[in-house]
């Protein structure tokens, strides 16, 4: 009877803490939500403030130009550029 009696307590005192830790998890996940709801918010406002500003500035581009040279190779040689840095220092 006395193994019974531990065997049930071990089992109650595991859940118990399980419970425990499950509570925690969902109430650090309910505030991961909540603050991942408030970055999604402000990252929207600071997106159409930067599409405001780049029509403000640009005339009404779309921006694209600006992304156009990205990933080509650079224009100038590399010997031409290593001249330039000597030539400075």
């Known amino acids: 009877?006395?193994?019974?009696?531990?065997?049930?307590?071990?089992?109650?005192?595991?859940?118990?803490?399980?419970?425990?830790?499950?509570r925690s998890l969902w109430r650090k996940a309910k505030a991961?939500?909540?603050?991942?709801?408030?970055?999604?918010?402000?990252?929207?406002?600071v997106a159409a403030s930067i599409s405001e500003l780049s029509q403000q500035v640009g005339g009404g581009g779309?921006?694209?130009?600006?992304w156009s040279t990205y990933g080509e190779p650079p224009r100038e040689s590399r010997g031409s550029r290593r001249a330039g840095r000597r030539r400075r220092t």
């Open 62 to 66: 779309t921006g694209e130009d600006a």
């Open 1 to 22: 009877m006395r193994w019974v009696l531990l065997w049930v307590v071990l089992v109650l005192a595991a859940g118990a803490v399980l419970g425990l830790l499950g």
């Open 32 to 45: 991961l939500t909540a603050e991942m709801t408030a970055a999604s918010d402000r990252m929207s406002a």
